[in-house]
């Protein structure tokens, strides 16, 4: 089925591991951003794709890089992770226009 | 800087209408939407409304913008225990209408 896939579903991290969660979308979107989502917080932006090669950061970039090399890719890297990124992890992609993202089913992850 | 909100929660009974509220405080917003999480799942868009309309209506759903106020809501006609779930308002922000800004989200009970 077309759509967005993340893995892992869930993740348990040491302090100072790092890790990337993976996102492919197959509806050759051009717009992909990466939300986490915390209790009563809403969903926050991380970062941005507006295209291959071409990245920005959102409102809570701190402790996560991104890449887009290819349209269908757009992997989130926790460099050293802290146990304040434990959250639930979303990626979403898009067209351009009025119809709003296309969600993963997410990525729960814990920090101890 | 831009916000949106919501109440955290409303509780109907079966087949009564519910009316989630929202509002936010960017001006320049292009699109605003409302979206659908239901437990363990991704958000899943539910339907949006263009800036310059004041209503749309889609089945058991009509969307109402106050722009003057910056007040969105969502009226769900005959609400089922289906509906039961977690609701976002959103609004984009640029042109583009890839850079959302999502509320904390509304759940949802209903009582059978």
């Known amino acids: 089925n077309a759509g967005v896939t993340q893995t892992p579903k869930f993740q348990v991290l040491k302090t100072g591991q790092s890790m990337t969660l993976q996102c492919a979308q197959d509806?050759?979107?051009?717009?992909m951003s990466w939300y986490r989502q915390d209790p009563g917080m809403g969903l926050r932006l991380i970062h941005y794709?507006?295209?291959?090669?071409?990245?920005d950061q959102g409102e809570v970039p701190n402790g996560y890089n991104v890449s887009r090399s290819t349209t269908e890719d757009f992997p989130l890297r926790l460099l050293s992770a802290a146990p304040s990124q434990t959250s639930v992890y979303f990626c979403?992609?898009?067209?351009?226009?009025?119809?709003?993202?296309?969600f993963g089913s997410g990525t729960r992850l814990t920090v101890v | 800087g831009e916000d949106v909100e919501q109440s955290l929660f409303l509780s109907v009974r079966e087949g009564d209408s519910s009316v989630i509220n929202c509002t936010y405080t960017?001006?320049?917003?292009?699109?605003l939407y409302w979206y659908k999480q239901e437990p363990g799942a991704g958000l899943q868009l539910l339907t949006y409304?263009?800036?310059?309309?004041d209503m749309k209506q889609d089945q058991r759903l009509t969307v109402l913008l106050n722009k003057k106020d910056k007040h969105l809501s969502l009226r769900i006609a005959d609400t089922q225990t289906g509906d039961s779930a977690i609701y976002f308002c959103?609004?984009?922000?640029?042109?583009?209408?890839?850079?959302?800004?999502f509320g904390a989200g509304t759940r949802l009970f209903v009582k059978a």
């Open positions: 979403a992609s898009r067209e351009q226009g009025a119809r709003g993202y296309t």
């Open positions: 509806m050759n979107h051009e717009y």
């Open positions: 794709s507006v295209g291959a090669g071409i990245t």
């Open positions: 960017d001006s320049s917003s292009t699109y």
């Open positions: 409304i263009f800036s310059n309309m």
């Open positions: 959103a609004e984009s922000i640029d042109t583009g209408g890839f850079k959302t800004i």
